[in-house]
């Protein structure tokens, strides 16, 4: 079992930056693939990064590549999802997800997710 926390998300100006984090419970956590997705008021819940567990994989969405960074530090227990020049397409909640068998883009492939945070880039 992993337990998931998100936090880092606020309102922020068009073109400025934002942290997130995702705090995680569970003894496996180096070995489960972790992922960020974010869901807009009205749409689907959209993949946006993801890391393999080894950490030397990542992979982003195209809306979001050259602008966002995945990582994780398993020594912590931590992801991390710095983002960078955020436009007002990028407000939504944003999840934190991991699965302990597979990485993929699809939210049906992740187990474990938490409750959100919130970011909203006004412009």
């Known amino acids: 079992q992993v337990q998931l926390v998100e936090s880092g998300g606020r309102l922020v100006q068009a073109g400025g930056s934002l942290r997130l984090s995702c705090a995680a419970s569970?003894?496996?956590?180096?070995?489960?693939?972790m992922a960020w997705f974010r869901q807009a008021p009205g749409k689907e819940r959209e993949f946006v990064a993801g890391?393999?567990?080894?950490?030397?994989?990542?992979y982003y969405a195209e809306s979001v590549k050259g602008r966002f960074t995945i990582s994780r530090d398993n020594a912590k227990n931590m992801m991390y999802l710095q983002m960078n020049s955020l436009k007002p397409e990028d407000t939504a909640v944003y999840y934190c997800?991991?699965?302990?068998?597979?990485?993929?883009?699809?939210?049906?492939?992740?187990?474990?997710w938490g409750q959100g945070t919130q970011v909203t880039v006004s412009s």
């Open positions: 890391i393999t567990w080894s950490t030397s994989n990542t």
């Open positions: 997800a991991a699965d302990p068998y597979g990485s993929g883009t699809q939210h049906k492939e992740y187990a474990y």
């Open positions: 569970g003894r496996r956590f180096s070995t489960y693939a």
